[in-house]
């Protein structure tokens, strides 16, 4: 089992920045995917930025050369560096965990999510 938690949503100007953090604790193995996805009114959630165990990233094109994922393997976070903002981006953003568990089965962990609202 793994629990999530998120930090650093709020609201924002465009073109301003913003810096997510997420906390995992539980049973967490080498194997895994750490991301980020967010969800808008009236919209699917989506993928915005995912980083493997390894350290190879995936970013949305829509986020592509404006927001960075990283991670802290010591401390089991993972962050999302947000810049040059748009209303768009405007979403509840949600930390997620994939993982091979223990019964050789991949596990999905989600976080409660956190508000960013990008307005003038």
């Known amino acids: 089992q793994v629990q999530l938690v998120e930090s650093g949503g709020g609201l924002v100007q465009p073109g301003g920045s913003l810096r997510l953090s997420c906390t995992a604790s539980g049973s967490i193995f080498g194997i895994n995917v750490m991301g980020w996805y967010r969800q808008a009114p009236g919209k699917e959630r989506e993928l915005v930025a995912s980083i493997t165990s390894g350290g190879y990233t995936n970013y949305a094109d829509s986020v592509k050369g404006r927001f960075t994922i990283s991670r802290d393997n010591a401390k089991t976070m993972v962050y999302l560096q947000m810049n040059s903002l748009k209303p768009e981006d405007t979403a509840v953003y949600y930390c997620?965990?994939?993982?091979?568990?223990?019964?050789?089965?991949?596990?999905?962990?989600w976080g409660q999510g956190t508000q960013v609202t990008v307005s003038s």
């Open positions: 997620n965990v994939r993982q091979l568990g223990i019964q050789n089965a991949w596990e999905n962990y």
